[in-house]
């Protein structure tokens, strides 16, 4: 079954909303989840280390206050990408990290469209 | 130089045949490698990992991992037109995951 679940797998929005991403741990208390961006024909790009408790850590040229993450509980973590414009239109994906060198288990993703 | 390095390809077998995906990483002393598949428009799934040099076999799939060469790579056996997706190499380097560009499998029937 799923270890992942991301909420909502696709949006379409006006320029200028801000929309929330949601990613949950289902199957045990996740303190590290990650956030990815994937351009179409691009592989993926980590945006962010998100930690239970405190700040994301955030990858170089990522802006931070752009992309707000609050990772508020060990089962759940979200992305809220603030006054999105056409350019942050791509696909978001979340995963679990279960344990330092085990394998990241990924959510489903979630298509943003913004026109 | 990049962290992982993978032939975007596409690599193209015949249904049946044995697909032959490879990966190398800079990074010497990385422990822990991923192989992930990712069809269009979908997330990665975890296909295997590997953390000692040698082979790692679960089903048809075989993982392959050299630390003197840097190398990790991912055999397919009796490839099926389902297979045909994109292949993520991946390597863990202590903080996060690195991934490869990713390549391209066809397999055609």
């Known amino acids: 079954g799923a270890v992942v679940s991301q909420h909502p797998s696709w949006v379409i929005c006006k320029s200028g909303t801000s929309v929330k991403i949601e990613c949950r741990s289902l199957?045990?208390?996740?303190?590290?989840m990650f956030w990815y961006r994937q351009f179409p024909k691009q592989s993926l790009m980590l945006m962010a280390t998100s930690n239970e408790g405190s700040k994301a850590t955030y990858e170089q040229g990522v802006e931070k206050d752009k992309f707000l993450i609050n990772h508020a509980s060990l089962t759940l973590s979200t992305l809220t990408v603030t006054s999105a414009h056409p350019e942050d239109s791509s696909f978001y994906i979340c995963?679990?990290?279960?344990?330092?060198?085990?394998?990241?288990?990924f959510g489903d993703g979630t298509r943003l469209s913004i026109l | 130089q990049k962290e992982v390095e993978q032939n975007s390809g596409p690599l193209s077998v015949p249904e049946g045949a044995i697909a032959s995906l490879n990966c190398t990483y800079s990074?010497?002393?990385?422990?822990?490698f991923f192989w992930y598949r990712q069809y269009s428009g979908k997330s990665p799934e975890l296909i295997m990992f590997?953390?000692?040099?040698g082979d790692k076999e679960d089903g048809r799939f075989t993982a392959q991992l050299n630390k003197a060469s840097q190398y990790v790579s991912l055999l397919i056996r009796d490839s099926q037109p389902s297979d045909s997706a994109t292949y993520l190499c991946?390597?863990?380097?202590?903080?996060?995951?690195?991934f490869g560009a990713g390549t391209i499998l066809r397999v055609k029937s």
């Open positions: 199957d045990f208390q996740a303190t590290t």
């Open positions: 995963s679990v990290l279960q344990g330092i060198d085990q394998p990241q288990h």
């Open positions: 990074d010497r002393g990385s422990q822990s």
């Open positions: 590997i953390y000692s040099n």
């Open positions: 991946a390597v863990w380097n202590g903080n996060k995951l690195v």
